[in-house]
């Protein structure tokens, strides 16, 4: 097996050698600091024998990382940047890993298990993730139906507190409910700007997530009760009457919205963010009941 330098304290060397200059529109702040990325493998519980899946591996350190604990399993690197791939190619020689050129965005996961003859619940993602496409690339994970094992993602932190957030605060909202929805997830390190290459503005966050078997509370019709997450949280500094029966991506007769309020006990003028994921799933359900085959709402 080839040995790659793409260890922490070679990034420099590694972008100069290969006259790489990072483009800013990809996102690519490169992770540096050898702690952090014991860190990401630590939380993502690795042995032996794991199928894993890496997205934007850049030039290769988290890849190197993962490799050292796979004596059996498998890694799946998934990389955009085809000038990337040619690097990660050149710095590694293992028959353990499978170098894809693709947007991560454009996959579909369920075909991609196909592809790969993988197991549903066999796989965990490991990914230091692009900031500006953070939650487009979680929640194609999230909603794929797949049933991944372990996802740990380097994300700016301020995604990772709402990710966690609980109802009330200033951060609870629709990605906290989405997340919620599907996995359990915990906060792992708070990481600073000096740890990556280039230096971006913000600091980033370690976050787990841990897929449910099952959802922690059952909906009738999931994407109703998602357009009722979106209607409450587009308007959430309207009460929660107005913010159902005014939404725009939904149509809600007024009428159904008070008399499903009243039989939950919810009272019409408390904003939605005060909801909990229970109470939203109730009234969700609620109002599909109520809506008549659902005519009206759609």
Do not use: C
């Amino acid at each position: 097996m080839k040995e790659s330098i793409a260890t922490p304290g070679k990034t420099k060397e590694i972008l100069q050698k290969y006259n790489l200059k990072l483009a800013k529109g990809l996102g690519q702040n490169f992770l540096v600091n050898r702690n952090i990325i014991n860190k990401i493998i630590t939380a993502a519980k690795l042995k032996e024998d794991d199928l894993v899946i890496e997205i934007g591996p850049g030039i290769g350190a988290l890849t190197q990382a993962i490799l050292n604990r796979l004596t059996s399993g498998r890694l799946f690197a998934i990389e955009k940047d085809k000038r990337l791939i040619e690097v990660l190619a050149d710095q590694f020689s293992n028959n353990r890993l499978e170098l894809i050129n693709q947007d991560v965005l454009k996959i579909e996961w369920r075909d991609f298990l196909r592809r790969w003859d993988l197991k549903e619940g066999e796989i965990k993602v490991l990914a230091n993730l692009p900031y500006y496409i953070t939650t487009p690339i979680i929640m194609s994970l999230l909603e794929s139906g797949v049933k991944f094992s372990r996802l740990v993602f380097m994300v700016q932190k301020e995604v990772a507190e709402r990710m966690v957030a609980l109802p009330g605060g200033k951060d609870y909202g629709a990605l906290s409910i989405a997340v919620q929805y599907y996995s359990k997830a915990e906060i792992i390190h708070t990481v600073s700007p000096a740890v990556f290459i280039p230096q971006p503005e913000v600091y980033s966050t370690v976050i787990a997530l841990e897929p449910y078997p099952e959802p922690p509370v059952k909906v009738l019709k999931k994407d109703f009760f998602f357009k009722i997450v979106r209607a409450i949280f587009q308007q959430r500094r309207k009460n929660i009457k107005n913010a159902l029966s005014k939404a725009a991506n939904i149509n809600l007769k007024k009428e159904r919205v008070l008399e499903s309020l009243a039989e939950l006990d919810i009272d019409q003028r408390i904003r939605g963010e005060k909801l909990t994921l229970k109470q939203i799933a109730e009234l969700s359900n609620l109002l599909w009941k109520k809506s008549g085959e659902r005519n009206e709402i759609y």
